[in-house]
Nanobody
């Protein structure tokens, strides 16, 4: 079973940047596709971005395309989400997830989840 731990969240002003990290407990991290999701208060958890096992394929939600970049370093068993030009609507708890589905744009396609890290963007 893979354990995932997110870090890097915090409070930032609109227009600022944050880099989230997702550390995996296993060396088999490279066997899993990885995704980032977020959940704002009173809203459902929504897809943000996903990356393939090798890192060669990525996909983004329209709301973050051009501002966020997902990446991974399999040698370090770690995934990342670089978030630039942050907006107040980006405020949410951000979760990383790992799974076997190559499409990976719904929460149901992921088997393992982290505990989440809070991102707050002030206007």
């Amino acid at each position: 079973q893979v354990q995932l731990v997110e870090s890097g969240g915090g409070l930032v002003q609109a227009g600022g940047s944050l880099r989230l990290s997702c550390a995996a407990s296993e060396r088999t991290f490279s066997n899993y596709h990885m995704g980032w999701f977020r959940q704002a208060p009173g809203k459902e958890r929504e897809f943000v971005a996903r990356i393939s096992r090798s890192g060669g394929s990525t996909y983004y939600a329209d709301s973050v395309k051009g501002r966020f970049t997902i990446s991974r370093d399999n040698a370090k068993n770690t995934g990342y989400l670089q978030m630039n030009s942050l907006e107040p609507d980006d405020t949410a708890v951000y979760y990383c997830a790992a799974g076997f589905s190559p499409s990976g744009i719904t929460r149901y396609e992921y088997r393992y989840w982290g505990q989440g890290t809070q991102v707050t963007v002030s206007s």
